[in-house]
Structure formats: C-alpha cells, structure tokens
C-alpha cells in the first residue's frame, strides 16, 4: 500500500471533530490528495451499522455485541474505502479506529484487551496506522467545554464515571502502542491545530 494511514483518537468532546476540519481546510489549501473518513462508518453498510450501534433506543445491546458490531463495521470500511485510497497513494485520514475499541470496549466495558486484539486481529496486523494522534484533555474538562452530552447518542448518554474508565484506558494503550502520539489540547484549537500540524510534519506524514 503506497498512501499513509493516519487516525484520530479521544474522548467525547475532545474537540475531535474540529480539528479535523482545521486539517482538511489546512490539507485542501495545500493540494494534499487526501480522504477522511470515520468509524464507525465510512462505507454504506458501516454507516447503517453505526445507526444500529449509537441508537439511545437499542439499551439491550450487550458488550461482545458492541464490540463485535464496532469489529464489523470496521473491516467493511478497510477494505471497503480505506486499502483502495491508500493503493492510490493517497492519505487517509480516520476520525477513530481499533484504539477506540481498546480504550471503550476493552478497557472501560471491561471485554479485556486480548478479547478485542482477537475480533480486530486484520485490522491491527494488515492496517496498523502510521500514526494515531490522540487529543489529550480529560472528559470532565471536554464535557464543561462542551456544555453537557448529546441525548440522543446512546454512548454519549454512559455518563462522566463511564468516560473517565475511556480516558484511563487510552493513558493505558500509550505505552503499549508507541504509534500513538498524544497532543495536549487544553489551550485553544487553533494552538492543538498548530500542534497537530508540527507532529505530522515530524513523522514525515506531510511536508
Ligand atoms: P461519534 O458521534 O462519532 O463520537 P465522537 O464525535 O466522539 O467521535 O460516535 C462514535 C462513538 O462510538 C463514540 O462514543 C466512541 C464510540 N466508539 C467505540 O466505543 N468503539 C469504537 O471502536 C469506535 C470506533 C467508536
């Protein structure tokens, strides 16, 4: 595969989502041939798949059935939208991937991280990304940013105790996986902007 294979991680309200449209409007300006996607999502059924995972009315679902859900949608999404941009030579960049498993499913569900090593084995050996940048602020700062949770957003509704077990599992997952690459983001977003830019310009992932 000739492109480079990029993920954004953290925690609800981390300001994810802005920074990567800063990136894209930063990476457009430039005529970087680039994608961005998200998990869960990414590809038609992984996007019908998501709707089935975040519905706040599916309160039954148990833990293996999330997970294995989040597992299905993610390999549909690799081979279905991320290898063929990345045979093209283009950059792909993915809002989440398999550490959001690790630190939600894993760690915070409490499935173990062997258990979801095991459903997530291809894409952890065959899509390993280059890099994962993981915006580090905790959730009760994220949540006061943020002003509250989405109510319709069965994850969002798990409540600060729940967030916090996320954000201990992603501290978890650094020393274990040296390719992810925290970056504060506690100051403003144009700063964490600037700093996301420095570190992907460090690893040779842009010019
Ligand atoms: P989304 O609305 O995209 O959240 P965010 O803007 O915070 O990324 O919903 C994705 C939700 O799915 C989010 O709560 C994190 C969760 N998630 C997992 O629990 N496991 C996973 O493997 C992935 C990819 C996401």
């Known amino acids: 595969m000739k492109g480079k294979f990029i993920t954004f991680e953290g925690c609800e309200g981390s300001g994810k989502s802005t920074q990567l449209r800063l990136l894209s409007e930063y990476l457009t ?15 038609g059924i992984s996007e019908d798949i998501r709707k089935i995972i975040l519905n706040g009315k599916n309160t039954e679902m148990c833990d293996e059935c999330e997970a294995l859900l989040y597992a299905a949608a993610r390999i549909q999404h690799l ?20 550490h959001s498993s690790l630190a939600y499913q894993g760690y915070a569900r409490g499935l173990g991280t062997e258990y979801i090593e095991d459903i997530n084995k291809i894409a952890l050996e065959k899509f ?36 916090e077990k996320v954000y201990e599992g992603y501290k978890r997952l650094l020393p274990l996986y040296p390719r992810i ?9 144009e700063q964490t902007h600037l700093n996301v830019i420095k570190l992907l310009k460090d690893k040779n992932i842009i010019n």
């Open 79 to 98: 081979k279905q939208t991320v290898a063929p941009a990345l045979d093209c030579g283009k950059l792909v960049i993915c809002d989440r991937y398999v």
């Open 181 to 189: 690459c925290p970056i504060d983001c506690g100051g403003t977003k």
């Open 128 to 163: 390993n990304p280059d890099l994962t940048v993981f915006l580090d602020i905790s959730p009760t700062d994220a949540f006061k940013r943020k002003h509250g949770a989405d109510k319709n957003d069965r994850m969002e509704q798990l409540g600060i105790a729940f967030h």
């Open 29 to 43: 300006a430039r005529g970087v041939d680039f994608i961005m996607t998200r998990e869960p999502g990414g590809s």
